[in-house]
T-cell receptor, first 115, second 114 residues
Framework: DAGVTQSPTHLIKTRGQQVTLRCSPK?????VSWYQQALGQGPQFIFQ???????QRGNFPDRFSGHQFPNYSSELNVNALLLGDSALYLC??????????????FGPGTRLTVL | AQSVSQHNHHVILSEAASLELGCNYS??????LFWYVQYPGQHLQLLLK??????LVKGIKGFEAEFIKSKFSFNLRKPSVQWSDTAEYFC????????????FGQGTTLQVKP
């Protein structure tokens, strides 16, 4: 049973560029959440997708956007990259319909470096 | 706003020592509580979780945590650590019934000396 997968593993971009990160959820999961983990910090919630719509959003600017596809996979897009966007981006998947059971399974992350 | 505070940023222990990592959260409603671990070079893994019921929760690898509602705390414990427990530990909270948005603490780096 494949867990959460993310691509690419590493990415180097320059300021002002745009980036797209990808995530495939664990088998049987329908909800994808994205987190940003800066060096030495805990993950910070960016947003969550379910039924191809953004359902919740953390305190991130509109430069951060996403998408969920019918197969539940998801993309995170960041426009106009800033140096401060350098971080590990984590994808987590879960099953929404299990009552009060929101255990999230995390992928290995994509390390984004902005120069 | 919800927040999570982990008191110890870096802990160094010798093998067989006992471990307790502090976690306090700020939230007025019913919560779900989690401890995640990140071993070097690996992804975040769930150690244990509390949703309801017995406030003493047992997880994998001999870890346990106690939810003390009056203190808004969810401290992680292990009676005897091993070198393989060297990792970063994160406490996280979500509001009960919310199937998303985990709020994480800053993390505690645990280094176990053989």
């Amino acid at each position: 049973d494949a867990g959460v997968t993310q691509s690419p593993t590493h990415l180097i971009k320059t300021r002002g560029q745009q980036v797209t990160l990808r995530c495939s959820p664990k088998s049987g999961h329908d909800t994808v959440s994205w987190y940003q983990q800066a060096l030495g910090q805990g993950p910070q919630f960016i947003f969550q997708y379910y039924e191809e719509e953004e359902r919740q959003r953390g305190n991130f600017p509109d430069r951060f956007s996403g998408h969920q596809f019918p197969n539940y996979s998801s993309e995170l897009n960041v426009n106009a990259l800033l140096l401060g966007d350098s971080a590990l981006y984590l994808c987590a998947s879960s099953r929404r319909m299990v009552p009060n059971y929101n255990e999230q399974f995390f992928g290995p992350g994509t390390r984004l470096t902005v120069l | 706003a919800q927040s999570v505070s982990q008191h110890n940023h870096h802990v160094i222990l010798s093998e067989a020592a006992s471990l307790e990592l502090g976690c306090n959260y700020s939230y007025g409603g019913t919560v779900n509580l989690f401890w995640y671990v990140q071993y070097p070079g690996q992804h975040l893994q769930l150690l244990l979780k509390y949703f309801s019921g017995d406030p003493l929760v047992k997880g994998i690898k001999g870890f346990e945590a106690e939810f003390i509602k009056s203190k808004f705390s969810f401290n992680l414990r292990k009676p005897s650590v091993q070198w393989s427990d060297t990792a970063e530990y994160f406490c996280a909270v979500s509001s009960s019934g919310n199937t998303g948005k985990l709020i994480f603490g800053q993390g505690t780096t645990l280094q176990v000396k053989p």
